[in-house]
């Protein structure tokens, strides 16, 4: 059943419906709760606290579940470019593992919102690990 249809016109006994009919299919899926096996598979506090919306941050992520988009929120993206352009800027010649890992971090993150980007990370990726092997290298033969 389609959560967006049932909550389109705005109505208590709808929005009721609409959130306990996946709150339902997980319990038959991960079978009733039992507190003393397993955890109950939904969080009470979240799904309380959670507006509901068909655009909703979750995970980190702005989630629309109407045009089906999943993207990082601007102030994150604001974080990356504010990043990139202090720290990595073109006259740049060298840069420190914590430098790489934390610029890979978070784009890591934003590519779960742009697919075309884990390309680049993945190239961002093989080009630290080469220049960490001829660093590698360079110390142990200079090394005394």
């Known amino acids: 059943m389609d959560g967006n249809i049932i909550t389109e016109v705005y109505q208590i006994d709808r929005i009721e419906q609409s959130a306990a009919t996946p709150i339902v299919a997980l319990f038959i899926l991960m079978g009733g709760s039992n507190i003393v096996v397993q955890q109950d598979p939904i969080s009470w506090d979240k799904l309380y606290e959670m507006i509901i919306n068909f655009i909703n941050k979750i ?13 990082a ?60 092997g001829s660093n590698t290298s360079y110390l142990i033969c200079t090394n005394k």
């Open 73 to 132: 929120p601007p102030d994150y993206i604001a974080q990356v470019v504010k990043l990139m352009t202090n720290t990595w800027h073109k006259g740049r010649k060298s840069f420190t593992l914590k430098e790489a890992e934390t610029l890979t971090g978070l784009l890591n993150q934003i590519t779960q919102g742009a697919p075309w980007l884990k390309h680049m990370v993945l190239h961002m990726c093989t080009s630290i690990s080469h220049a960490l």
């Open 59 to 71: 995970l980190g992520f702005i989630v629309n579940t109407r045009d089906m988009k999943i993207q």
